[in-house]
């Protein structure tokens, strides 16, 4: 939090001719863009706000901050009109504090869980604040909170039945 953090976009191709624009995956709403990624899954993408079309692919969060945790990618075009679009990998990019305000507790606590094994994951703070959201990204869903995939109360997230569609990133 508080440095700069530069993200790079670049395509391996002799052409001179692409220019860029930033997007962050976000949970589905209507009236989004929506595109599939490299592993055939569906993702839904928000183009960021100060992101422009134009002709270099670097994107910089400056100053970083909390709120810019997420998952991003680019989009490279071609031409113009646009002929050839392009979109990169998805980039989860992690912004923390010096010390995290907040930590995600596992139940049970070990680093391997199982199918049709129950999971309780809980936002705990120093000062045992409420409000906090369990989120995770997966390859097939994109990034989404527990109240798609969990039952939520107060900021604990319960999972009844794990499945192999749960291997994700949970924050």
Known sequence: EGDSVTLRCEITDSS?????SWYTAVPYRDGLTQIKN???YIM??????DSS???????????AALKHTGVYMCRGERGEPALLTQYSNPQPIWITGESPPVSL?????RTQHFTNDSL???CED?????GWTVRRYTHSEGE??????GSVTGSTCEISFLSTSYTGVYW
């Not at 839904?44 to 706000?49: A, K």
């Not at 079309?53 to 100053?63: A, F, K, Q």
């Not at 989404?144 to 995939?149: A, G, K, T």
């Open 105 to 109: 507790i596992i139940n049970p606590n």
């Open 144 to 149: 989404s909170d527990c109240s798609r995939w």
């Open 38 to 40: 490299n592993h055939g």
């Open 44 to 49: 839904h993408v928000e183009l960021l706000s």
């Open 16 to 20: 001179t001719d692409w220019t860029f």
């Open 126 to 130: 120093q000062s045992d604040s409420t």
């Open 120 to 122: 309780s994951l809980s």
């Open 53 to 63: 079309r134009g002709s270099g692919g670097n994107y910089t969060l400056s100053p």
